[in-house]
Structure formats: structure tokens, C-alpha cells
């Protein structure tokens, strides 16, 4: 039997009622973009008609965090800029995916009204980032974050941080040099002592000598701008947690589950804040660590 069963429908959308307390993630182009529901043990994901044309897009993330005996509320808000690398993918038509809360068990409906010839890929962008960012912590497997890396002589390197801090500069300075993971979205799990990276399945990266498997994570850097190369070990773990979480997909649900992997791999992974100038010398700097 198998462990996760996703129903596609290629028809007519049903009609959802969605009330606007019940959003916990939207994110929007100027006329455009995507919503998510969590509402009566269902998780509903609403993908309107992109239009990569409209140009900057934002997204903002509802929800609660548990510290303690406490819960805090927070809200979020997140300007991006960058759909380059889906410009061949949009637009794409609307979809709407119900979910049941462990995310075991969904079923996609694909607009048929604007369907040619060729059935869409129900898992295609930004459908299957959405539902692994949500599955990895409701099984407890994992998280999904902002980030890109490099394998060096069997050393894995993450780089993390918000759209414009130079995670797809820094991959460009070590092609030729290293193995890529991937250059946008990386996924990490757990395995026995460690923590291994991995690049989204089915999204090929655009850089050459990508590795297809897990790759042991060694060092974790968040970057920077900075007029000379600039580094420093992040030894304040709590610190060090809210860094990680903010580049962190999966806190749209199972916060705790979240912040306890994101805990765990800070304790154990030496995380660092790095600032750099965009030229070749970061390679040697960083390899200068140890």
C-alpha cells in the first residue's frame, strides 16, 4: 500500500467556500498567484492563472508558533522578485488541491476549460515545492528551505538567504569548481547522525554537474552583501534558529515539528553569517575554514 495517494482530475473546479480567516499563506503577482486554506482538518490550495509578465510578487504566511508553554501568533510578509527559473512553465491553468491535514491523502483539479491537447503535469510549479514544504514535516522527515549548495571534496556547503543575498552568485563562482546541489530550493532530512541535502525531485538544476542524491551537510552559510569577505561563526544557537527558520518553506504547517528539526540542525551543523564580494576569491576563503 503505498504511503502518500494523490487523485488529478482533469474537469471542472468545484466551488469551495473559503473564508479569509481560514488563509494561513498567500502569495500574489499584481492579478495573480496562490492561496492556502487550512480549515476543518483539510489543507485547500488555490493556484490561480500565472502570469510571470506581472513582474515583482509577494508572500505573506500566517500562523502559530509554540514556545513553551506559549503560543504566538505571527504574520509574515515576503517580497521576491525572481520567476526566472519557471518562465517556461507559465502560465499555467488554475488548480485547486484538497488535502487532508497529514497530507497522505489529496486530489488535484485541473481547469478543463483551458486544456488543448497535452494534460498539464499536476505536479508542476509550484504544486510540488507547495506539497513537499507541507509533507516533509507532517511525517517528521524534514523541511524544505531557500537555499543553495556545493559539494567540495566530499564537504557540503548551504548557502541560505532571502531573494537578492547571493545564493545564485555564489553557485556561479564555484561551477567548474565543485558539484552543484541546486541553486534555489534545497531539501534537508535527516539520516541516522547527519543532516543530507537534496535537490527538489524532477526539477533539473540549471548548472552544470549537479549531484542527484543526498549530500552530507558540513557547514551552513548565510550570506550577505559586504565589501570585503567577511565571516564569523553563528555560536548563539537561538540566533542561529530564527536564520534558519526564516529561510524555511515548511513553516506554513507543523511549526513545531519545524522548529524542533531547524533546533537539531543548528546544534549540530557549525552555521555561519557571510559576507562576500562576488568574485572567485570566496571560493579559497571558504575552503580556507577547515
Not at 38 to 55: D, F, M, P, Q, T
Not at 126 to 145: T, Y
Not at 237 to 242: E, I, P, S
Not at 267 to 280: A, H, M, N
Request: aromatic share 12%.
Amino acid at each position: 500500500m503505498s504511503e502518500i495517494t494523490i487523485h488529478t482530475k482533469y474537469s471542472k473546479i468545484p466551488r469551495i467556500k473559503l473564508p479569509e480567516k481560514d488563509l494561513i499563506w498567500s502569495v500574489r503577482l499584481v492579478r495573480s498567484g496562490w492561496n492556502f486554506y487550512k480549515s476543518h482538518r483539510r489543507l485547500i490550495l488555490v493556484l490561480e492563472a500565472l502570469n510571470y509578465r506581472e513582474g515583482v510578487f509577494y508572500s505573506i504566511v500566517k500562523g502559530n508558533i509554540p514556545f513553551g508553554k506559549h503560543t504566538f501568533r505571527f504574520e509574515s510578509k515576503r517580497n521576491h522578485c525572481d520567476f526566472g527559473a519557471v518562465k517556461s512553465q507559465l502560465p499555467q491553468p488554475p488548480r485547486v488541491a484538497i488535502f487532508r491535514s497529514d497530507f497522505k491523502t489529496g486530489k488535484i483539479f485541473i481547469d478543463s476549460a483551458s486544456l488543448k491537447q497535452l494534460l498539464p503535469n499536476p505536479l508542476g510549479y509550484p504544486f510540488l515545492e507547495i506539497f513537499l514544504s507541507c509533507l516533509l514535516p507532517s511525517l517528521n522527515k524534514g523541511a524544505m528551505f531557500h537555499a543553495s549548495g556545493v559539494v567540495d571534496n566530499s564537504q557540503g556547503y548551504l548557502f541560505l538567504g532571502s531573494q537578492g543575498k547571493g545564493k545564485s552568485t555564489m553557485l556561479k563562482l564555484w561551477q567548474g569548481k565543485a558539484d552543484i546541489i541546486n541553486d534555489n530550493h534545497i531539501i534537508i532530512k535527516k539520516t541516522g547522525d547527519s543532516f543530507v541535502a537534496f535537490p527538489i525531485p524532477g526539477r533539473i538544476t540549471n548548472l552544470d554537474k549537479a549531484v542527484l542524491k543526498g549530500v552530507p551537510i558540513n557547514k551552513i552559510f548565510f550570506l550577505y552583501h559586504n565589501s570585503r569577505n567577511k565571516i564569523f561563526r553563528n555560536k548563539n544557537r537561538t540566533q542561529a534558529l530564527f536564520m534558519l527558520l526564516s529561510n524555511c518553506f515548511s513553516m506554513i504547517v507543523q511549526q513545531e515539528n519545524t522548529i524542533k528539526f531547524c533546533w537539531d540542525i543548528v546544534r549540530k551543523v557549525p552555521c555561519y553569517s557571510l559576507g562576500f564580494i562576488p568574485d572567485e576569491r570566496i571560493v579559497d576563503f571558504i575552503r580556507g575554514l577547515g
